[in-house]
């Protein structure tokens, strides 16, 4: 079948073959000469409509073969599966429901409508619970959700806890499925700019390249009277010494730099925003990392380590010295279990 010239031409189009799938210098010879022949007999019309086909195409493939943005696959796995063993949503929300309460009370005042814009909000589960608390405490005021998260996967969670949540289904949600730089540039590109009384960053800003810029444009969007909530990796906790401790190593994917909340605390004082900062403490019981073999310990150091598979992936000397500096220098040790200091830091910034 190949050896005929259409075929071996149609092939050599598509830019996931080119010349790859073939090192035979007479078929890749005919495959070339094929199309000039051809494009000899047709109309000017028809080679129009063949072009424009072969772009579309050609933009396909390229779409294709972009790195998703956001949790995806494995990742995901590994992203809910820390979720759920370090608790750390139990403990974002215990400061969430002892701070917000009061917060929203003072933002809602005189307000006809508050304006939530979630950024990076994932499944969802965090931001179902601030907006619950938004209705408990004004309950006669509308509400409205913005959603911005590139992670298919992660919005399709999201969209499934709003369809079986009755009050979330009170609240007309808008769903941006892209990263926070497409939507500063979708929202740049507009004439009219959509604000916010509360605007939350939850363990997002890991994945931008411009700090301080993601910052103020978010700021920006806030009205009078109102915060940005920032949850991050506090200054000095085992992420902290574990990222910073391997930068070059571990900063090669969707993680380009490491930051902790004290580099944060640092761009929001250059920018001259006032904020208060409250410290969330909290462990994680990372023992099953240091037993061989065992599943559920790779696949939290592959989230830990932005692996696709710890392992595989990196060399026997970085293992190593990943997994020392983990036991000894970002853990506590209690009762033969390994706990890993995965506090938090929660900044809230004023308009």
Same mark, same amino acid.
């Given at each position: 079948?190949?050896?005929?010239?259409?075929?071996?031409?149609?092939?050599?189009?598509?830019?996931?073959?080119?010349?790859?799938?073939?090192?035979?210098?007479?078929?890749?010879?005919?495959?070339?000469?094929?199309?000039?022949?051809?494009?000899?007999?047709?109309?000017?019309?028809?080679?129009?409509?063949?072009?424009?086909?072969?772009?579309?195409?050609?933009?396909?493939?390229?779409?294709?073969?972009?790195?998703?943005?956001?949790?995806?696959?494995?990742?995901?796995?590994?992203?809910?599966?820390?979720?759920?063993?370090?608790?750390?949503?139990?403990?974002?929300?215990?400061?969430?429901?002892?701070?917000?309460?009061?917060?929203?009370?003072?933002?809602?005042?005189?307000?006809?409508?508050?304006?939530?814009?979630?950024?990076?909000?994932?499944?969802?589960?965090?931001?179902?619970?601030?907006?619950?608390?938004?209705?408990?405490?004004?309950?006669?005021?509308?509400?409205?959700?913005?959603?911005? /998260?590139?992670?298919?996967? @992660?919005? $399709?969670?999201?969209?499934?806890?709003?369809?079986?949540?009755? %009050? =979330?289904?009170?609240?007309?949600?808008?769903?941006?499925?892209?990263?926070?730089?497409?939507?500063?540039?979708?929202?740049?590109?507009?004439?009219?700019?959509?604000?916010?009384?509360?605007?939350?960053?939850?363990?997002?800003?890991?994945?931008?390249?411009?700090?301080?810029?993601?910052?103020?444009?978010?700021?920006?969007?806030?009205?009078?009277?109102?915060?940005?909530?920032?949850?991050?990796?506090?200054?000095?906790?085992?992420?902290?010494?574990?990222?910073?401790?391997?930068?070059?190593?571990?900063?090669?994917?969707?993680?380009?730099?490491?930051?902790?909340?004290?580099?944060?605390?640092?761009?929001?004082?250059?920018?001259?925003?006032?904020?208060?900062?409250?410290?969330?403490?909290?462990?994680?019981?990372?023992?099953?990392?240091?037993?061989?073999?065992? /599943?559920?310990?790779?696949? @939290?150091? $592959?989230?830990?380590?932005?692996?696709?598979?710890?392992?595989? %992936? =990196?060399?026997?000397?970085?293992?190593?010295?990943?997994?020392?500096?983990?036991?000894?220098?970002?853990?506590?040790?209690?009762?033969?279990?390994?706990?890993?200091?995965?506090?938090?830091?929660?900044?809230?910034?004023?308009?």
């Amino acid at each position: 079948m190949m050896e005929e010239p259409q075929l071996i031409a149609a092939a050599m189009l598509l830019p996931k073959f080119k010349t790859s799938w073939t090192d035979k210098a007479d078929v890749i010879t005919a495959g070339l000469a094929y199309p000039k022949n051809y494009l000899d007999t047709i109309t000017q019309d028809e080679t129009e409509h063949l072009y424009a086909a072969f772009i579309c195409g050609q933009k396909a493939a390229a779409m294709n073969t972009v790195k998703p943005a956001g949790y995806e696959g494995r990742y995901v796995q590994g992203f809910q599966f820390y979720l759920k063993h370090s608790e750390e949503h139990k403990a974002i929300l215990e400061y969430v429901d002892k701070v917000l309460p009061g917060e929203f009370t003072r933002i809602g005042e005189g307000k006809s409508k508050m304006d939530v814009l979630g950024v990076g909000s994932g499944g969802g589960e965090m931001d179902a619970h601030i907006l619950s608390i938004l209705q408990s405490k004004l309950p006669a005021t509308p509400l409205t959700a913005d959603i911005v /998260e590139p992670s298919i996967q @992660l919005t $399709d969670n999201f969209k499934a806890l709003v369809k079986k949540t009755p %009050s =979330l289904q009170k609240i007309p949600f808008s769903w941006h499925a892209m990263t926070c730089g497409e939507y500063e540039k979708q929202v740049k590109d507009k004439r009219e700019i959509k604000r916010f009384d509360f605007i939350h960053m939850i363990q997002m800003l890991y994945y931008v390249d411009d700090y301080p810029g993601t910052i103020k444009f978010f700021h920006n969007l806030l009205k009078e009277n109102s915060k940005l909530l920032i949850v991050h990796e506090a200054a000095g906790s085992g992420w902290d010494t574990l990222w910073n401790t391997h930068r070059k190593e571990l900063c090669t994917k969707s993680i380009s730099d490491y930051l902790s909340a004290g580099d944060i605390k640092v761009h929001l004082e250059r920018l001259g925003l006032k904020y208060d900062e409250h410290l969330i403490p909290n462990t994680m019981d990372i023992t099953d990392c240091f037993t061989n073999g065992d /599943e559920m310990g790779e696949l @939290l150091l $592959d989230f830990m380590t932005e692996q696709d598979h710890f392992h595989q %992936s =990196l060399t026997p000397d970085l293992r190593a010295s990943i997994l020392d500096l983990l036991r000894n220098r970002c853990s506590t040790e209690k009762e033969g279990r390994i706990l890993f200091d995965c506090s938090l830091s929660c900044l809230l910034v004023y308009s």
